[in-house]
């Protein structure tokens, strides 16, 4: 396992990531989503609750440019069932598992963002919990840059270890273009209750360019929950 502060102080650009796994005292499982920006377009979001979930929203909407590829809902709730996203591709996974799906053939209709040259990848996570916790992770990204092809990941994860977790994001680091996640998720230490873990995880992020984080701690034995939002802008 790797500290998830050092990884993300020494990515000044990871972009939007996703953190899965469950709590040091084996008792809650843990979510945390997090958004970056280097546009003024894309800084200009915060998170707002919607019913169980939240969605991004504009903070000023006169500045507001292009609402595509910003504007959806990361976090959904489909009975004990937690998605989390990094798109609009929250619903279609919502859409598909609803209707007795799973999680990868919800995904066999999305592909990257056609948002050239970076070709964002898309990453999702699914938490389930039902007579215990397991969770997975999948990335939808570009063969090598390539828009004509699509490589698809799912990482399954079961009865995951106290204090432990995966984390997936986007981008490797800056650049132009940015370059896409590569191989598995990484191992990450889950430390501390839910509002340490959140001020761990938004002081590790880089100032210059984070937005906004959620966090997540799901009870394990009755399903509730408590969440944590932080936005850059107030």
């Given amino acids: 396992m790797v500290s998830l502060e050092e990884e993300l102080r020494g990515n000044a650009y990871p972009g939007r990531g996703i953190v899965l796994g469950k709590s040091p005292d084996g008792k809650k499982a843990v979510a945390a989503y997090f958004i970056m920006g280097r546009s003024a377009n894309s800084r200009n979001r915060i998170f707002v609750e919607d019913g169980n979930g939240i969605r991004t929203q504009a903070f000023d909407e006169s500045r507001m440019e292009d609402p595509s590829l910003i504007i959806y809902a990361p976090v959904r709730v489909l009975g004990n069932k937690t998605i989390v996203t990094n798109g609009d591709q929250t619903d279609t996974i919502y859409e598909g598992m609803d209707r007795q799906m799973t999680f990868e053939q919800s995904l066999r ?126």
């Fill in 109 to 234: 209709s999305r592909e990257f963002e056609p948002d050239a040259p970076n070709y964002t990848p898309r990453i999702s996570g699914i938490m389930h919990i039902e007579k215990g916790y397991n969770y997975a992770l999948s990335i939808l990204k570009s063969d090598g840059g390539c828009p004509d092809s699509c490589s698809r990941f799912t990482f399954a994860y079961e009865n995951p270890a106290a204090g432990k977790g995966h984390f997936i994001h986007t981008y490797m680091q800056d650049g132009n273009p940015l370059p896409s996640f590569e191989g598995e998720p990484k191992t990450v230490k889950i430390e501390g209750d839910i509002d340490t873990f959140t001020d761990r995880v938004w002081n590790s992020l880089n100032e210059e360019n984070k937005v906004s984080l959620f966090v997540r701690f799901i009870d394990i034995e009755d399903g509730s929950w408590e969440t944590r939002i932080v936005n850059k802008n107030r």
